[in-house]
């Protein structure tokens, strides 16, 4: 696949943001507007940083003259408020410049021919769960620290969108898609989950199963697949990013296992083409 490039107009725009919260003073002020509602004086925001009037007017200004803050005639006085569009705009630079935004693939193309991709069947439940119990001795695959049971995972799970890997007549991998909420209008969001078997890591497995998943779930109509994976987990971050995942964002700290609080990446891959309205 061909790298995206930046446009010369682009990389001048975005170097132009970038250059603007090159100093410490502006990025305080800019996060102080931004979490204040309703905005504030100019004159409040001089007091709040400590630094003196035409300090902060200059810095104001700065961003104001980028598009980052917009500024109010309020009598004798200046309100500043954020200009929300930044608040889509700035993340979309640094996700352009890092080549995040670049076309993505519909899913891996080169996976091993020797693996074959099915549906679970009733007697694949014993291997499902014994690589369900691998993958979370890991430590970095999930939060759960026990295997769910065989009627647990057979209540959540979305029927059509359940897959195993298997090589050499061994399942040696799963794949399967949870609703991510009971109300309709969410019908076509479903949350990935993928596991491969202690010994066929870095083997292809992984690529073969998400193959089968995101064609599956694009050809039922599902508009969003989304899955969190621990920060540590490089390696599945780079599979979901392969079959067209995206990084949306980090959730820091969001829970704890074994007493350790851990990130982790939330990821989504939107259909394309999108669905027709439903």
């Not at 109010?72 to 954020?82: I, M, N």
């Not at 695959?141 to 057979?154: H, K, M, N, Q």
């Not at 995101?214 to 599902?222: C, H, I, K, S, T």
Request: aromatic share 6%.
């Amino acid at each position: 696949m061909t790298a995206a490039v930046l446009t010369d107009q682009e990389a001048a725009t975005y170097a132009e943001w970038f250059a603007s919260l090159a100093e410490p003073t502006r990025v305080r002020l800019l996060h102080t507007v931004a979490t204040t509602p309703g905005g504030i004086t100019v004159g409040a925001l001089t007091e709040v940083l400590g630094i003196s009037q035409s300090t902060c007017s200059h810095h104001v200004r700065k961003l104001a003259d980028v598009g980052f803050l917009l500024l109010h005639k309020e009598g004798t006085s200046t309100r500043v408020t954020v200009n929300q569009a930044c608040c889509v705009g700035l993340p979309h630079a640094a996700d352009a410049v890092m080549g995040l935004l670049a076309p993505r693939p519909c899913c891996p193309a080169d996976v091993p021919a020797e693996v074959t991709v099915r549906p679970l069947e009733t007697g694949d439940w014993a291997a499902v769960r014994r690589i369900h119990g691998e993958g979370i001795a890991t430590g970095i695959a999930t939060f759960e620290t026990s295997v769910p049971s065989r009627a647990s995972l057979d209540a959540k799970w979305l029927r059509g969108h359940r897959w195993v890997a298997e090589l050499d007549g061994d399942v040696v991998g799963w794949t399967a898609l949870t609703p991510a909420s009971t109300r309709d209008c969410y019908s076509g969001v479903a949350e990935s989950s993928v596991y491969v078997a202690d010994g066929h890591r870095g083997r292809g497995i992984g690529k073969a199963l998400v193959r089968k998943q995101v064609m599956a779930a694009d050809e039922a109509g599902l508009w969003t697949l989304q899955t969190a994976i621990f920060t540590e987990n490089r390696a599945s971050i780079a599979l979901h990013h392969a079959a067209g995942y995206r990084t949306v964002g980090i959730r820091e700290r969001i829970a704890q296992r074994d007493g350790t609080w851990h990130d982790t990446v939330f990821l989504e891959r939107r259909a394309s083409p999108p669905p027709r309205n439903f």
